[in-house]
């Protein structure tokens, strides 16, 4: 499956941005796919932020970014969303979108190429 990721930019503090994720592809239907947020700080490990399972039911998220940051997802559009508020300066990364979370193994097996999220202060 391939992830486009978009809706990144450059936002003052307290703003909000919408990230999407659109997935393509040959392989399994989207529905099947659990899919996740993660992102990586420019000299920081790559770290996780928010998960949703199949059907939307679940939805796990970062302490760092609970309570300001949502994920969601419409099956019906092969697309997942993070909806941030309240943004802060240590917001700021790559965010990726990834599909297919593998537990024992800990690894996302497809990724979308990120798109950078930049918040001043």
């Known amino acids: 499956v391939q992830l486009q990721a978009s809706g990144g930019g450059l936002v003052q503090a307290g703003g909000s941005l919408n990230l999407s994720c659109a997935a393509s592809g040959r392989t399994r239907t989207y529905s099947e796919y659990n899919m996740g947020w993660l992102r990586q700080a420019l000299g920081k490990e790559r770290e996780f932020v928010a998960a949703?399972?199949?059907?939307?039911?679940?939805?796990y998220c970062a302490e760092s970014v609970k309570g300001r940051f949502t994920i969601s997802r419409d099956n019906g559009k092969n697309t997942v969303y993070l909806q941030m508020n309240s943004l802060k300066p240590e917001d700021t990364a790559v965010y990726y979108c990834?599909?297919?979370?593998?537990?024992?193994?800990?690894?996302?097996?497809?990724w979308g190429q990120g798109t950078l999220v930049t918040v001043s202060s």
């Open positions: 949703i399972g199949r059907s939307g039911d679940s939805r």
């Open positions: 990834a599909a297919d979370y593998v537990r024992n193994t800990d690894q996302w097996n497809y």
